[in-house]
């Protein structure tokens, strides 16, 4: 059995559907929240990651870096790191100051998720086109390396413009912390593969996952990089108790809430919306389809293996049947989704940690 290392991914959901986003219970979510990557780290997580997201409840981390100064602040050990900073939304040159000060604040323990989003929502009330997602994170990107890479940046470009400027202060890290970005198209596996960026995946059952990790590594050899599984991440919801139908019961609500809250994020309103998605944005075409013929239930996405619930040797012989078949050398456990309560994920994270990371940190076969 292949070494893993096991993250954790939690976007922070809004779990109190109908009532207002207000008031001192923002600051209890915030406080559950923390309370569990502390725990994280005691466990032997390996990292935390945090996403971004915009005017909605499925993310109260529309600023995963504010979040990420504060855990910097009260962990030692576990790497942190946002997948994503959604860089088409943000200004560059902030980001990569933004950067520098979280590496100094974890003393070197950040790691760098970026890419453009997928909510389509999200880039109509910003008012972008859906088009300019792509080439606004490209040349956010190489902006960033630019400040990273050079003690005076010049930089003329379609979207930013920045004259003779010095980033200060300067990460620890060097040249700079990790740079990993998202992979969903298969544009994105080439160039990804091409740029020598790791890459993290999600909602992908694990035959296309498999095909997805075969063509990044494929070209990772044609451009004469390691082809080595700790440069692909695969995100997965998890949840353990104590018996696989406790886990199934606990988890069934919260997972039809999840679908709700991503529904109402991220997914066009119409047919008609997702069949005009211009050509650089084709590919979510297929990706939001299930959502139009309701292919989505919580039976399908255990049985697909998007969701990986059960008591601890089910969840650890479903992650080595998954790690087997498609090849990923992290998974990010995403043990925190939809109204899942703060008791319940604190000890389906404890279980996880003492009864299943442990299989994978030994040569020790699963029978």
């Known amino acids: 059995m292949e070494y893993l290392e096991f993250s954790i991914f939690d976007l922070v959901h809004w779990p109190h559907a109908g009532q207002k986003l ?34 909605t409840e499925y993310s109260m981390t529309p600023s995963p870096n504010i979040m990420l100064s504060t855990l910097a ?41 970026l890419g453009r989003s997928a909510d389509v929502l999200e880039y109509e009330k910003f008012g972008m086109p859906l088009e300019d997602g792509r080439p606004r994170f490209k040349e956010g990107l190489e902006l960033i390396k630019k400040a990273f890479s050079q003690e005076v940046v010049d930089h003329d470009g379609q979207f930013f ?5 010095s ?29 020598g960026y790791p890459v993290s995946t999600l909602f992908l059952p694990p035959d296309r996952a498999s095909e997805s990790y075969n063509t990044y590594m494929s070209e990772r050899k044609k451009n004469n990089l390691e082809v080595d599984p700790k440069n692909y991440l695969m995100a997965r919801h998890v949840y353990v108790a104590e018996t696989k139908e406790k886990a199934m019961e606990d988890a069934k609500e919260p997972m039809l809430e999840f679908l709700r809250l991503f529904q109402n994020a991220a997914v066009p ?92 940190k030994s040569s020790v076969k699963i029978s």
């Open 73 to 113: 602040q009260r962990t030692k050990n576990i790497k942190i790191g946002n997948m994503i900073n959604a860089l088409n939304f943000n200004d560059p040159w902030r980001m990569a100051e933004e950067f520098a000060m979280l590496d100094i604040l974890s003393k070197g323990r950040l790691l760098i998720g």
């Open 22 to 55: 207000e008031g001192e219970e923002q600051i209890q979510i915030y406080e559950n929240h923390m309370e569990e990557w502390l725990l994280a780290e005691r466990m032997g997580f390996d990292t935390i990651w945090l996403g971004e997201h915009h005017f």
């Open 167 to 195: 980033l200060t202060p300067r990460p620890i890290q060097k040249p700079y912390p990790q740079i990993y970005t998202t992979c969903l198209s298969p544009e994105t596996h080439a160039w990804a593969a091409k740029e």
């Open 269 to 360: 309103d119409t047919q008609e919306e997702l069949d005009s998605f211009p050509e650089n944005f084709k590919f979510f075409t297929q990706f939001f389809a299930p959502f139009f013929g309701g292919e989505l239930t919580y039976e399908g996405l255990i049985e697909s293996g998007l969701f990986i619930c059960g008591d601890p040797e089910t969840v650890a012989e479903e992650i080595q049947f998954q790690q087997e078949q498609i090849g990923f050398g992290q998974l990010m456990c995403w043990m925190s989704f939809g109204n899942l309560s703060h008791n319940k994920v604190m000890n389906s994270m404890e279980l996880f940690g003492k009864h299943v990371m442990p299989k994978f």
């Open 161 to 165: 413009y920045v004259k003779g400027g």
